[in-house]
Every structure is written in structure tokens, then in C-alpha cells.
């Protein structure tokens, strides 16, 4: 039968900080007030990939802040994904 060691005995694991390259993304509502579109807008745009997106989990639509801040700063739609 093997024995457990004690907890004194198991090496300490180090805290790791979260990558810095962790992308920050944006809502549906965030991405309408930049372009001052509304929410349908900014739907169809992400149904019709005009937009990059990711889906959470429970099916809503999140946005990279960087495409959508830097097209908005164009003055243009996020077209940046059409194929």
C-alpha cells in the first residue's frame, strides 16, 4: 500500500501572472456606440464576417478591441475579414 507524504513535504508551485498577450474584447453594445450604429447593425455585421468575432460559451458575440478601435478610427466599417 502506498503512503501519502505530507503536505510540508510536496514542493511549493509557483503564482504564474496571466500572459500579457491576452486579448481584450468588446460587446455587441461597445462596438455599436463606437460606430454609432445599432445592435441589429453590429449583428449582421458579425453573422456576415464583416467583423472578427468570438462566440462565448453562451452563444453572444465578443469583438477584439484592437480591429474594431483601430476601424473605427479609420472612420470605415470593420471590413478588415472579408474573404
Known amino acids: 500500500m502506498e503512503t501519502k507524504?505530507?503536505?510540508s513535504t510536496l514542493p511549493q508551485l509557483?503564482?504564474?501572472s496571466p500572459p500579457s498577450f491576452v486579448t481584450e474584447y468588446l460587446s455587441r453594445s461597445d462596438v455599436a456606440r463606437l460606430?454609432?450604429?445599432?445592435l441589429s447593425t453590429?449583428?449582421?455585421w458579425a453573422r456576415t464576417r464583416l467583423v472578427p468575432t468570438v462566440r462565448t460559451?453562451?452563444?453572444h458575440y465578443r469583438y477584439p478591441?484592437?480591429?474594431v478601435r483601430r476601424?473605427?478610427?479609420s472612420g470605415?466599417?470593420?471590413i478588415e475579414n472579408v474573404e
Open 5 to 7: 507524504e505530507p503536505m
Open 14 to 16: 509557483r503564482r504564474v
Open 35 to 38: 460606430f454609432g450604429v445599432s
Open 42 to 44: 453590429v449583428t449582421r
Open 57 to 59: 460559451p453562451g452563444g
Open 65 to 67: 478591441a484592437d480591429a
Open 71 to 73: 476601424a473605427a478610427a
Open 76 to 78: 470605415l466599417p470593420p
